[in-house]
Structure formats: structure tokens, C-alpha cells
């Protein structure tokens, strides 16, 4: 986990990445615009801050993807490694952080291909930690069941679904946004996440015995 | 659930998801239906537990690891990739628009391709298209004939008989510009048929050559068989003397 100077939690999501604003994501942009030019005119260590910059996205969408930690670095290894390599293909009118995102889901959806999808850790490695020490201890083994049984639901959907309800509802981002990353339509991303959640909601109801 | 209302359209509503229309719609629904309005509640649930896992993120040593990781492979090997990559990274960079790099390179594979598709088209030139003679009248069978120019054929006689002529690329090309067959021109005429029933003057026939070469044979061509007396096909041939007649029917038309 990250922290802030003042020791609060920091949480890198679309989320609150959408609460920056204007003028600090047009900063960043130019920022990353110039990091990228310099890397293109020869100069690797430019792409250490933009690796910097989008590292804990990428490697928490892959370890969302693939379930585990190793399996996640790996993969965000792999994607800032094309991300490099096709640098000169990045479009700097627009946004870096979907273009790293389509090149992550491409690079989990091989490595799922050849790996067994192993999802049962990451509640185990990252298990959250704004729990409230005072509070009941009870309750925190019941959140991290709840978890369990979220990621069973989760694993138990068709892929397609899994990874637009990941997009959509975990990393937060807009209808267009994951049409866009999965080189789909947005009626066909729409369709995806509608049926995703009536199956997540299903499967969950079946796990705990009913409705709840 | 009794409510017939689409369930599929009440899991986008929870996230705003819906045109404006059918969210109005949606909206108006839930008002008066106590099931649907129930299944909405529990949809929301489940999504505050999925959104709660946006809480999850990886630790910040993993991502240090990956970084120098990253770092130390680019400056290694640099983006290692072959001349492909080395082409386009010049296009788009040299054309600064990704778009127009990528139409200059399709142009390019378009000229690529149909250059490639005109050469793979062209006959092949071997050595064997060239005649080759044992001694000074003896014609070796060409190899290959049958991936030469074809000029005649495919000839039906009125009953089983299909004849071919192939003549040797560098002639043909020759002979395509100036009308003239050249030197080592070397024609084939081959006969798939039943020979009781062939017409003259070929019909015990099945494999025939002219050769074209002035140093040989007198008027220019020389003309040979290689259709043995058992039907089957000889390796080489002995060029046909005069008496065969083969000179009178084709000297008049060779030039």
C-alpha cells in the first residue's frame, strides 16, 4: 500500500485520478509528453518517471487480471517493456494511461493463455488495511470472507464479462474508456457489464445460500 | 421475480448506464415495483462490495522490483526488435502522425506485394529452360517445361487428344518484343492422348522440340522426338533428319 506524506492511505484509481483537476491532468500530460519525446530521442532513463508514474496502475490492473503477485509483475514487466518498444506508436493527443492499460489487458490475456489463472491469493497478499483496529474483530474476518467469495463470484464469470466488469466497476472507468481498451463496441461493453452483474450477483447469492 | 422489466436494464441503471430515455423509464419503473426496487437494492450491494476492491492495490516494493527490473532490460538489450519495428519506428517518427506512417507503410507493402506477386508470376530461369545437347545433335529433355510460357493449347481433338506448346521464358520475351524467335529458343509440344486415334501428322507422337541454333542445324532449327516406339517418353533425342519432313511443314513459318 501507498501513503501519503501525512500518512493517509493513497489509492491510485481511476477514481481518483478523476478528481484531479484540469489543469493538473493538462500538466501531466505535457510532463509525460516531454518525458516521452525525450525517451524517443534516445534517452532511456526518461522512461523510468513514466514508468513511475503508471507503475501501481498497471501492476494492480494485471494482478486483478491474473490473481496473483508474481504473475502481475511479471506481466507489468512485459507491458512497460512494449510500452517502450511501441512508444513511437503512442498517440500524445491522447491520454497515456489507456493506451497502458489496452497493452496490459492484451499482456494478461496471453499470459492467462499459458498460465493457469491462479486468483485465490491476492486477497491473501493485500488484504485491506483500513480496517479499523478497535473495532470488532469479527467484522474484519467477515470482510476479508466476503472478499473470498467476491473473487469466487468473480472467477466464476466468461471471461469477456470478467474483464469488463473489472474494468468497468473496479478500475472505474467509463463505458467508452473499456470499449476502447478492449477494441470492442460500447453497446457490446455495455451488454458485457449488464450480464456480468446479474451473474456476479447470482453467483454470489448461490455462495452464501440465498439472498441476502 | 414475477416483474417482467428486463433485469439486464436495471443492472445498468445502477451505475448510470442507461440512455437518458430508458433511464426515465427505468426510473418511473422502480417507483411503482417493489420486486424490482428490491433486485436494484442487492444489485447495489453486490456492486459496493466489487467497488471495494479498488482498495486493493499492489505494494510499492513489487512495483520498485519491476521498475529496475524494466530499467535494467531496456538498457541491455534497448527495445531489441527487428528490422520491421526499425522501419516503422522511422515512418512514424520521421512522419511525426501515426496515421500517416501507417498509410505510408501500407503503401509500401501494397508496391512490396504486387512487385513480389509480378516476380513469383514471372517463369522461372533455370538452366534447364536453356536446350543442352550431348554432342552436336543430341537434344537432353528440359526439366521443368511444364512451368514455362505456354503458347498453344489446351488443344482438343475431336475425340481424347489434348496438345500443348511451351516455349522457354527468355525466347518468349524475346520473341514478345521483336516478333522474332531468338537464338537457343527451345519450343515443346507435348500430347496427352490415345495415339490410335491422334491425326497427322504427330500421331504416334507424344513429346516433340525445336530448338533454334543457327550453329547447329542447317536453316536454323533443329527438331527432335523423344517419343519412344513403346509410347513412353526418352531422356534424350537425336535431332530428326531431313527426311522426317519436320523442315518442310515448320522452316516456312520459323523465323
Same mark, same amino acid.
Given at each position: 500500500?501507498?501513503?501519503?506524506?501525512?500518512?493517509?492511505?493513497?489509492?491510485?484509481?481511476?477514481?481518483?485520478?478523476?478528481?484531479?483537476?484540469?489543469?493538473?491532468?493538462?500538466?501531466?500530460?505535457?510532463?509525460?509528453?516531454?518525458?516521452?519525446?525525450?525517451?524517443?530521442?534516445?534517452? *532511456?532513463?526518461?522512461?523510468? +518517471?513514466?514508468?513511475?508514474?503508471?507503475?501501481?496502475?498497471?501492476?494492480?490492473?494485471?494482478?486483478?487480471?491474473?490473481?496473483?503477485?508474481?504473475?502481475?509483475?511479471?506481466?507489468?514487466?512485459?507491458?512497460?517493456?512494449? #510500452?517502450?518498444?511501441?512508444?513511437?506508436?503512442?498517440?500524445?493527443?491522447?491520454?497515456?494511461?489507456?493506451?497502458?492499460?489496452?497493452?496490459?489487458?492484451?499482456?494478461?490475456?496471453? =499470459?492467462?493463455?499459458?498460465?493457469?489463472?491462479?486468483?485465490? !491469493?491476492?486477497?491473501?497478499?493485500?488484504?485491506?488495511?483500513?480496517? /479499523? +483496529? &478497535?473495532?470488532?474483530?469479527?467484522?474484519?474476518?467477515?470482510?476479508?470472507?466476503?472478499?473470498?467469495?467476491?473473487?469466487?463470484?468473480?472467477?466464476?464469470?466468461?471471461?469477456?464479462?470478467?474483464?469488463?466488469?473489472?474494468?468497468? /466497476?473496479?478500475?472505474?472507468?467509463?463505458?467508452?474508456?473499456?470499449?476502447?481498451?478492449?477494441?470492442?463496441?460500447?453497446?457490446?461493453?455495455?451488454?458485457?457489464?449488464?450480464?456480468?452483474?446479474?451473474?456476479?450477483?447470482?453467483?454470489?447469492?448461490? %455462495?452464501?445460500?440465498?439472498?441476502? | 421475480?414475477?416483474? $417482467?422489466?428486463?433485469?439486464?436494464?436495471?443492472?445498468?441503471?445502477?451505475?448510470?448506464?442507461?440512455? +437518458? *430515455?430508458?433511464?426515465?423509464?427505468?426510473?418511473?419503473?422502480?417507483?411503482?415495483?417493489?420486486?424490482?426496487?428490491?433486485?436494484?437494492?442487492?444489485?447495489? #450491494?453486490?456492486?459496493?462490495?466489487?467497488?471495494?476492491?479498488?482498495?486493493?492495490?499492489?505494494?510499492?516494493? /513489487?512495483?520498485?522490483?519491476?521498475?529496475?527490473?524494466?530499467?535494467?532490460?531496456?538498457?541491455?538489450?534497448?527495445?531489441?526488435?527487428?528490422?520491421? @519495428?526499425?522501419?516503422?519506428?522511422?515512418?512514424?517518427?520521421?512522419?511525426?502522425?501515426?496515421?500517416?506512417? %501507417? *498509410?505510408?507503410?501500407?503503401?509500401?507493402?501494397?508496391?512490396? =506485394?504486387?512487385?513480389? =506477386?509480378?516476380?513469383?508470376?514471372? +517463369?522461372?530461369?533455370?538452366?534447364?529452360?536453356?536446350?543442352?545437347?550431348?554432342?552436336?545433335?543430341?537434344?537432353?529433355?528440359?526439366?521443368?517445361?511444364?512451368? @514455362?510460357?505456354?503458347?498453344?493449347?489446351?488443344?482438343?481433338?475431336?475425340? !481424347?487428344?489434348?496438345?500443348?506448346?511451351?516455349?522457354?521464358?527468355?525466347?518468349?520475351?524475346?520473341?514478345?518484343?521483336?516478333?522474332?524467335?531468338?537464338?537457343?529458343?527451345? %519450343?515443346? @509440344?507435348?500430347?496427352?492422348?490415345?495415339?490410335?486415334?491422334?491425326?497427322?501428322?504427330?500421331?504416334? &507422337?507424344?513429346?516433340? $522440340?525445336?530448338?533454334?541454333?543457327?550453329?547447329?542445324?542447317?536453316?536454323? @532449327?533443329?527438331?527432335?522426338?523423344?517419343?519412344?516406339?513403346?509410347?513412353?517418353?526418352?531422356?534424350? #533425342?537425336? =535431332?530428326?533428319?531431313?527426311?522426317?519432313?519436320?523442315?518442310?511443314?515448320?522452316?516456312?513459318?520459323?523465323?
Amino acid at each position: 500500500m501507498e501513503f501519503r506524506p501525512d500518512g493517509s492511505l493513497l489509492v491510485q484509481t481511476a477514481l481518483s485520478m478523476s478528481r484531479l483537476s484540469h489543469e493538473e491532468l493538462s500538466r501531466d500530460a505535457v510532463e509525460i509528453a516531454r518525458l516521452v519525446r525525450l525517451t524517443l530521442g534516445g534517452d *532511456a532513463t526518461a522512461f523510468e +518517471p513514466i514508468i513511475l508514474r503508471y507503475e501501481t496502475r498497471v501492476m494492480t490492473l494485471a494482478a486483478r487480471l491474473l490473481g496473483t503477485r508474481d504473475d502481475a509483475r511479471d506481466a507489468a514487466q512485459e507491458v512497460f517493456l512494449r #510500452a517502450f518498444k511501441y512508444l513511437h506508436r503512442l498517440d500524445l493527443q491522447k491520454p497515456v494511461e489507456p493506451w497502458l492499460m489496452r497493452i496490459t489487458v492484451n499482456v494478461c490475456r496471453d =499470459a492467462a493463455r499459458t498460465r493457469q489463472r491462479r486468483r485465490d !491469493t491476492l486477497v491473501d497478499i493485500e488484504t485491506p488495511e483500513t480496517i /479499523d +483496529p &478497535s473495532a470488532d474483530p469479527y467484522a474484519g474476518v467477515a470482510r476479508k470472507q466476503e472478499r473470498v467469495i467476491l473473487h469466487r463470484a468473480l472467477d466464476s464469470l466468461p471471461e469477456k464479462e470478467r474483464l469488463a466488469i473489472l474494468l468497468r /466497476d473496479v478500475e472505474g472507468l467509463s463505458t467508452a474508456e473499456v470499449a476502447s481498451i478492449l477494441q470492442s463496441s460500447e453497446t457490446t461493453v455495455r451488454s458485457q457489464v449488464s450480464r456480468g452483474r446479474l451473474r456476479l450477483k447470482a453467483a454470489i447469492d448461490r %455462495m452464501t445460500g440465498g439472498e441476502r | 421475480m414475477s416483474c $417482467a422489466f428486463p433485469k439486464e436494464t436495471l443492472a445498468l441503471h445502477i451505475e448510470g448506464d442507461l440512455t +437518458p *430515455a430508458v433511464a426515465e423509464i427505468t426510473s418511473s419503473h422502480l417507483a411503482a415495483c417493489d420486486e424490482c426496487r428490491h433486485f436494484v437494492e442487492q444489485l447495489c #450491494a453486490r456492486q459496493s462490495l466489487l467497488k471495494s476492491l479498488r482498495l486493493e492495490t499492489v505494494v510499492s516494493s /513489487d512495483c520498485t522490483g519491476m521498475r529496475r527490473d524494466v530499467m535494467a532490460l531496456i538498457n541491455e538489450r534497448g527495445a531489441g526488435a527487428g528490422w520491421a @519495428w526499425r522501419i516503422e519506428r522511422a515512418f512514424v517518427l520521421g512522419f511525426q502522425r501515426h496515421s500517416y506512417a %501507417m *498509410a505510408a507503410i501500407t503503401l509500401i507493402c501494397l508496391a512490396s =506485394a504486387a512487385v513480389l =506477386a509480378q516476380i513469383r508470376n514471372s +517463369p522461372p530461369e533455370t538452366e534447364a529452360s536453356v536446350p543442352a545437347f550431348e554432342g552436336r545433335d543430341t537434344l537432353l529433355r528440359p526439366e521443368g517445361y511444364r512451368d @514455362w510460357m505456354l503458347m498453344g493449347g489446351p488443344a482438343r481433338s475431336p475425340r !481424347t487428344s489434348v496438345e500443348l506448346v511451351f516455349i522457354n521464358p527468355t525466347a518468349y520475351r524475346e520473341y514478345a518484343k521483336t516478333g522474332k524467335f531468338p537464338e537457343g529458343t527451345l %519450343m515443346i @509440344w507435348e500430347a496427352v492422348r490415345d495415339t490410335q486415334q491422334a491425326t497427322a501428322p504427330h500421331k504416334q &507422337s507424344s513429346l516433340l $522440340a525445336s530448338v533454334k541454333d543457327s550453329s547447329r542445324f542447317d536453316g536454323g @532449327w533443329g527438331f527432335f522426338d523423344f517419343t519412344r516406339l513403346d509410347g513412353t517418353v526418352a531422356t534424350k #533425342a537425336k =535431332a530428326l533428319p531431313e527426311s522426317s519432313g519436320c523442315r518442310t511443314c515448320h522452316r516456312q513459318d520459323a523465323t
